[in-house]
């Protein structure tokens, strides 16, 4: 089979597409035939390497896919050869506690595609059959590729952990990345009374408006946490953050009384001070949130087969693009979420 590999940390030159065998599907596990596989963030940070951080190379990236099933391992007793599925991008290696409760998210054990073990970025990839969901055939296998880390990450940030309550406000950092367009989604899901955004693109601020946001704030102006202020009424009640070093002082800042930031990245850095006189004296929630439980990527996928939540699919590209690809996620050229494609037909 066709995938592709990355054999050392770098630059867009470390992505090799090569020939590997097709493999074999274990005791409890189903190998898919991959038709369309999701491009995220963590796929860059995979590639270019994380200090601190050891990643298991060779890799196979790709933590989001859809596709066929395509064989069946020992002990597997269904979905049925040729069935659509989508592929959950994370699992636990683990069976304690946090994963019989469905929590796979908080177990040690827990890993994703791509990141510990070979991921969707080729022609077939081997997942446990937990993570294996049907496909309704309602979602065309690119937006079922689109959106399982990046609507699993938001409804975790904005369901479980800020507890967004109807008539809240909400403002959302980024509004062109996939958590954001998810997290705008799932905000007006929740019935958000004023949903902002930031971007410095006048054109990702269109395409925002047009896609539930009331307001868009240029966040490289050095006012923008008292616009934000102004514009939710006299603060936000919940902010939704993964740029990091650059956003989070104005992030508490912008926040009302008993307000609530969720972090789940760092993408300008991961060193940020905090105020903490801010802190205590407005009551203010500093939450960190990392994925989720795979029970809710069952109610994100019911929810994008009945169009309550539609995922944004920017671009398609055949796998042998995947460079172009990474170099249009890092430069902030995508609006959503763009898919690859192991065959070009």
């Known amino acids: 089979m066709r995938a592709v590999v990355i054999r050392e940390h770098g630059g867009l030159d470390k992505l090799l597409l090569e020939e590997r065998p097709v493999p074999v599907p274990g005791p409890g596990e189903i190998r898919v035939r991959v038709r369309a596989a999701g491009l995220n963030h963590l796929d860059t940070w995979v590639r270019r390497g994380v200090p601190g951080h ?32 989508l592929v959950a991008p994370g699992y636990s290696s683990l069976h304690d506690r946090e994963t019989a409760s469905g929590l796979h998210q908080l177990s040690p054990g827990y890993g994703i595609f791509g990141e510990m073990r070979d991921g969707t970025d ?17 979602v065309p296998f690119d937006v079922a590729a689109a959106f399982p880390l990046v609507y699993l990450t938001a409804w975790t940030m904005v369901v479980r952990r800020a507890h967004l309550q109807p008539g809240e406000s909400i403002l959302v950092h980024a509004a062109g990345s996939g958590v954001s367009t998810a997290a705008v989604q799932i905000a007006r899901l929740c019935g958000a009374g004023r949903v902002l955004a930031t971007t410095s693109s006048p054109e990702k601020a269109a395409r925002a408006r047009s896609h539930g946001v009331d307001e868009v704030i240029d966040y490289s102006e050095e ?17 939704i953050d993964h740029v990091g070093q650059a956003t989070l002082d104005g992030s508490l800042r912008c926040l009302a009384r008993g307000g609530r930031v969720v972090t789940c990245g760092a993408t300008t850095g991961p060193k940020a001070s905090v105020n903490l006189n801010l802190l205590f004296f407005k009551s203010l929630s500093l939450l960190g949130s990392t994925m989720g439980s795979l029970g809710d990527v069952h109610r994100c996928l019911a929810l994008v087969a009945s169009g309550a939540l539609n995922p944004i699919v920017a671009d398609v590209l055949p796998l042998a693009e995947v460079a172009e690809a990474h170099r249009r996620l890092e430069a902030r050229e995508v609006y959503g979420n763009l898919v690859l494609v192991p065959d070009e037909e």
Do not use: H, I, K
């Open 54 to 85: 050891t990643f298991p190379l060779p890799m196979v990236p790709g933590c989001d896919g859809a596709g066929v099933v395509d064989a069946l391992g020992p002990g597997v007793d269904g979905p049925s050869v040729g069935e659509r599925v």
């Open 122 to 138: 080729a022609e077939y990839v081997v997942a446990p059959e937990e993570n294996v969901l049907p496909l309704p055939e309602s």
């Open 223 to 239: 006012d923008w946490p008292r616009q934000a202020r102004r514009l939710a009424g006299g603060g936000v009640d919940v902010v």
